[in-house]
């Protein structure tokens, strides 16, 4: 053998043996330890890992944001269905309000088509809806279904908890009421429903119907008995809505819906606890729109809380308000412990209506007239004196500051003519 060929021959014996050496049989890399091409493929590795868990953090912040949207929108949604059944419709579905508004619009309908009451009321409901909810036609128009009956459903859950904080406020406040101002003996249980109703004397006496005196023994008996001619139904106004809980035979429409625990009821849920305490003067009380411009703050510094009426920015009273008022406070003078459309034989969506058609659908201008007195006188119990926005341009123009600018106008024109 050639020296050539032994040292070629130990030259792969020597290789081979470094091959068996490495473990796991691995080929050694032809790139020295610490090469650039090591370095580069090692700094492409930990970029790919970086680049991974970034798109990673990416896709958990879009699911996290997505989820903290849908939040806050189905807060708003809650938020602003708590008015629905206290200013547009207590009973009627919103569903019910906008298929009313799409079928008038479908068949075209115009101010001579003939329409019933109820599907008036409805399209009445529908037209509160929309002012009540200024974003409601803008958001439906842009929203997939699903997302279109999320809302929907939100709204019914913000509607159904307003409802029920009303009604269990109302529990407690209406019996302190009853009992300050008829001074039951017994007074009433301001916790135990079941001995309310026409079983209590009191309750009862506010409950009667109008048009039946309470204070006659075989009125008292009739009605619990519920005989023939005592029976209460929605077709009678409760004493509790009139004037001093008593009617005129001849004007039942005299003091009609001017009942004192009527009153407190809507101020208790639409302004405040502590202004349902006063409602015997006309307008003489707290200034409630003129209070709120000015407490935005307190002295501290700290956030006013807001009532019901401010965060719907309601400065008005409106029929429905008051409707649903009644109905509040009619079921808290019962005995019904479970809030429920029907009691015995009184339908409270009927009377709902009855009052709702009261103030929407007087017969005549001078029926119409008188409503809207009655309206006034509302507005000013409750919110105050403050009715500037009410003022007639007629009205401003005979007050003494416009006055005094058209006669120093008539005085200056008169000076130039003589000149």
Partial sequence: MSHAEGST????IQTEGREDNSGGGQPVSSCPPGSEAQTSQSSFGEARQKRKIAELEGKIFALESGRVLKERQSNYYLAHGRAIRRIVALFDSIEDLINENDRRYDDGYDDDTQATIDEDRLQTGYSFLTKTLPWFLKHTSDMDHDDYMHMLKVLRQGADGAQGDDTAKLKTL?????????????P???DDKNCRGFVCDACGRLLCPAELNWNSPAVKAGIRDRSDGYIVTDLSFPAF????????????????FKGKILLQGYKAIFTSLSSAKDVEGDGDGADVIANNRCAKKSFCGMKVKKHVAQIIKMDKVTPRSIAYAACQVRFALS????????????DYILFWRCIVDFFERPPGQEARRRVEKLLEWWTRKVF???????????AKAGMSVNALARQRKQLDDAAFDSD
């Fill in 241 to 256: 809505v009139y004037e001093k809980y008593t009617a005129n035979a001849d004007n039942l429409e005299e003091g009609l």
């Fill in 188 to 190: 009433v249980d301001s």
């Fill in 9 to 12: 021959s130990d030259s792969v």
């Fill in 384 to 394: 105050g004196r403050s009715r500037r926005e009410d003022l007639s341009n007629t």
């Fill in 335 to 346: 005995s019904v412990t479970s809030w429920w459309s029907i009691d015995g034989d009184f």
């Fill in 174 to 186: 209406v019996s302190d009421w009853v009992n300050r101002e008829l001074k039951p003996d017994p």
